[in-house]
T-cell receptor
Framework: NAGVMQNPRHLVRRRGQEARLRCSPMKGHSHVYWYRQLPEEGLKFMVYLQKENIIDESGMPKERFSAEFPKEGPSILRIQQVVRGDSAAYFC???????????FGSGTRLTVV | SQELEQSPQSLIVQEGKNLTINCTSSKTLYGLYWYKQKYGEGLIFLMMLQKGGEEKSHEKITAKLDEKKQQSSLHITASQPSHAGIYLCGADHDNYQLIWGAGTKLIIKP
């Protein structure tokens, strides 16, 4: 059981480019959550998805950010036209149901230059 | 006030000494996660506590959940340099959004 897989581990983007972060949940988990950790801060909830559904995106900025979890393949967190303030660690977690039993991935560290 | 208060913010401990990190919630705790993060790296799962009074140990790290106080403590015995890092607690308030503490930076002095 490979756990929650996130890639890439590190991502460098120039301002204005797009960043795509991928998250493959644990086998048997159909719920995915994305969190962001800004420098020197705790993790903050961004979005909760089930297969082909966004359940709660209240923590995600309204502009430039989007997330999906297709029927096949990993969940994708997409950030368009990145700015320096998007530099952060983005963590993905999965669970078998909508509460409890969360497993976190190792994160993707995004640096915008 | 914060939903989840973690203390202390930072801690410098002589190698071999014991230490405790606390996590206090303003809401009912249905679960509490402890993770460790090395500077600039990913999250390392330590323990998950679910029931009031539950206590778990892994090597020299012990964590307890006090449901009544809505609090969890992480205790490290005979600290080693490998224990250095940032310790994070995440609270399950019976909501899929885990609420996280700001972290405790632990430095071990040789």
């Amino acid at each position: 059981n490979a756990g929650v897989m996130q890639n890439p581990r590190h991502l460098v983007r120039r301002r204005g480019q797009e960043a795509r972060l991928r998250c493959s949940p644990m086998k048997g988990h159909s719920h995915v959550y994305w969190y962001r950790q800004l420098p020197e801060e705790g993790l903050k909830f961004m979005v909760y998805l089930q297969k082909e559904n966004i359940i709660d995106e209240s923590g995600m900025p309204k502009e430039r950010f989007s997330a999906e979890f297709p029927k096949e393949g990993p969940s994708i967190l997409r950030i368009q036209q990145v700015v320096r303030g998007d530099s952060a660690a983005y963590f993905c977690a999965s669970s078998p149901a909508g509460s409890g039993g969360y497993t976190f991935g190792s994160g993707t560290r995004l640096t915008v230059v | 006030s914060q939903e989840l208060e973690q203390s202390p913010q930072s801690l410098i401990v002589q190698e071999g000494k014991n230490l405790t990190i606390n996590c206090t919630s303003s809401k009912t705790l249905y679960g509490l996660y402890w993770y460790k993060q090395k500077y600039g790296e990913g999250l390392i799962f330590l323990m998950m506590l679910q029931k009031g009074g539950e206590e778990k140990s892994h090597e020299k790290i012990t964590a307890k959940l006090d449901e009544k106080k809505q609090q969890s403590s992480l205790h490290i015995t005979a600290s080693q340099p490998s224990h250095a890092g940032i310790y994070l607690c995440g609270a399950d308030h019976d909501n899929y959004q885990l609420i996280w503490g700001a972290g405790t930076k632990l430095i071990i002095k040789p």
